[in-house]
């Protein structure tokens, strides 16, 4: 069968694997479609179960199906893929799931273990064996600890997946559910620890206590001990919100803040301030976000340009900015930053973390991976760049908040993904682990190239080929974006397209396309509201690009 056929009946396999569902929908009282809007409803569910009939008896009875199945199953089950690391004090968290632990683990062991080729893991919790206890169909939804992360927590289960979910305490130490300890029954909830006898909830308090949106809006303060209806009211948003949450923020100098989270849209936030006066507001952008507290300093990324009150400078939009916490516990209402990281033309930040000392930064520039390691001094911040390959993505995937340590994820579409241990004292990176190669990459090549979008903007994109490819335009290729949130999409190892894809001849391209995050929130505006169509012009124009360059 020819290529083009046979890359055809792939793409469909990756579809199956990738399932999204698409629904139609009407205005008004005639929308025949509605019944769809009740996910769980035993007419939604017959016709999902009919459609997965009907796509899989296509699918099935093709003679390739089983062994392109067969590939598929065992990268998705590979026991070699990287244990991703959590630090907590002074020891490697990691949540598991395989076959035979199919809700997943929570396990530990030590850094030197973890560092090892085989570490030598113990199981903390096993979610499956709660369900079967419990006969629920547990997921972790993750824990919540009190800083600094490896004593007490706050394990959320969800039932199924859903977006509710039922949290217990945890005792890392004991490495067991605390007896008679915080126990919050189904809801769509968020706490966070104001210590470790005092929980700050929102969630369903009964009628009237949730957003148009269905999350909550009232945030509740719980000591331990006390019954969770005599939890006392400390904050509270409004029914036409998105939702309220509180969160507090430390450092390891003993530093705190305890800030409360007022989400007027998806977009749009109000913050507000414990203070020795009382609760107030923080004066920054609504289109802003904390990103932690270090030495003392606030830690806080903005997502438009901003003059702060009585302040004759102006800072960009995209900078990640430092407020002093004293400064701010006093005077909210009129702060005085100071930029740790300011854009330029192609660089933007990515995300920040903190170690106990130290502050670690991943940017994009020009959609290449960086980091670095930022240390705070009395007259502002130095920082040093991290050693990284190119052609790249770079994450922090832990950091740890007793000492210098972290962990980066790096990978590429055709670089195995692998995690560097690092000291932010000494900007110091080794290699701890990589994952084995599950395709054969040895005949493929990345580029990145760039299209003119209607308006004549430039998007880049990257194009995964093979070296020796023929510009003749007769290679089927799976072009791909996503353009919205804020969301940057970057270089990644992925065996499912690799061993699925890539090894029948394909060609593989990832389009940086406006609404999404690569060039920093004007990038992202660029395809909001009235400018939707930009981001649909620049996903045709790479495919355009690549047909005039004849690669397809």
């Given at each position: 069968m020819k290529l083009a056929n046979r890359i055809k009946a792939i793409f469909l396999l990756l579809t199956l694997f990738g399932v999204g569902l698409l629904t139609a929908q009407q205005t008004g009282s005639d929308d025949k479609y509605l019944w769809l809007e009740n996910v769980s409803g035993e007419q939604a569910l017959a016709w999902v179960k009919t459609e997965n009939a009907r796509s899989a008896s296509v699918l099935e009875s093709d003679p390739r199906f089983a062994g392109f199945r067969a590939d598929a199953l065992k990268v998705a089950e590979d026991p070699d893929r990287l244990p991703l690391p959590v630090l907590r004090g002074n020891e490697v968290y990691n949540?598991?799931?395989?076959?035979?632990?199919?809700r997943g683990i929570l396990r530990k062991t030590s850094l030197a273990s973890y560092m090892t080729s085989a570490p030598s893991w113990q199981t903390v919790i096993d979610y499956d064996a709660i369900g079967k206890h419990d006969n629920v169909g547990w997921v972790s939804k993750g824990l919540t600890c009190l800083y600094p992360s490896d004593h007490?927590?706050?394990v959320s289960l969800s039932a199924g997946g859903e977006d509710a979910d039922t949290l217990r305490e945890f005792d890392l130490k004991a490495g067991s559910f605390v007896t008679d300890g915080f126990v919050l029954p189904r809801s769509k909830q968020n706490i966070d620890w104001l210590d470790k006898d005092t929980l700050l909830v929102s969630r369903d308090w009964g009628p009237g206590t949730m957003t148009k949106s269905g999350y909550a809006f009232i945030v509740k303060e719980w000591k331990r001990g006390t019954p969770l209806d005599q939890a006392r009211e400390v904050f509270r948003g409004q029914d036409?919100?998105?939702?309220?949450?509180?969160?507090?923020?430390?450092?390891?100098?003993?530093?705190s803040v305890t800030i409360f989270y007022r989400r007027v849209t998806y977009f749009e936030v109000q913050f507000?301030?414990?203070?020795?006066?009382?609760?107030?507001?923080?004066?920054?952008?609504?289109?802003?976000?904390?990103?932690?507290l270090l030495d003392g300093r606030l830690l806080l990324s903005i997502s438009v340009d901003w003059k702060p009150t009585g302040q004759a400078v102006t800072f960009r939009q995209g900078s990640l900015l430092s407020l002093n916490l004293n400064d701010v516990m006093r005077d909210p209402a009129h702060l005085r930053p100071s930029v740790v990281f300011e854009p330029s033309a192609q660089e933007f930040v990515q995300s920040a973390a903190t170690t106990r000392s130290r502050l670690l930064i991943t940017t994009l520039d020009h959609v290449q991976g960086r980091a670095y390691v930022y240390t705070p001094t009395p007259a502002g911040w130095t920082r040093q760049r991290l050693d990284l390959p190119g052609n790249v993505s770079v994450a922090v995937a832990s950091a740890n908040a007793?000492?210098?340590?972290?962990?980066l994820s790096v990978t590429g579409f055709l670089t195995p993904s692998s995690l560097l241990m690092?000291?932010?004292?000494?900007?110091?990176l080794s290699l701890a682990k990589t994952q084995p190669a599950r395709f054969d990459a040895g005949e493929d090549v990345v580029e990145q190239l760039e299209a003119r979008s209607k308006d004549g903007t430039r998007i880049p994109y990257f194009v995964v080929h093979p070296k020796n490819m023929a510009y003749d335009g007769a290679h089927a290729t799976l072009l791909t974006a996503y353009g919205g949130f804020e969301v940057s999409r970057t270089p990644v190892y992925s065996a499912m397209i690799g061993k699925l894809w890539l090894e029948h001849g394909g060609v593989y391209v990832l389009a940086n396309i406006r609404g999404g995050g690569?060039?920093?929130?004007?990038w992202h505006e660029?395809?909001?509201?009235?400018?939707?169509?930009?981001?649909?012009?620049?996903?045709?124009?790479?495919?355009?690009?690549?047909?005039?360059?004849k690669i397809t």
């Open positions: 949540t598991w799931r395989d076959a035979q632990h199919v007490h927590c706050m036409s919100d998105i939702n309220a949450r509180a969160a507090i923020l430390q450092d390891a100098k003993g530093n507000f301030i414990k203070t020795p006066q009382g609760l107030q507001r923080l004066a920054v952008p609504e289109k802003s976000q904390p990103e932690g007793v000492d210098e340590t972290f962990f690092g000291n932010a004292s000494t900007a110091a690569e060039f920093g929130p004007a660029a395809g909001l509201k009235t400018h939707r169509q930009r981001i649909f012009d620049d996903f045709a124009a790479v495919g355009q690009d690549l047909i005039i360059r």
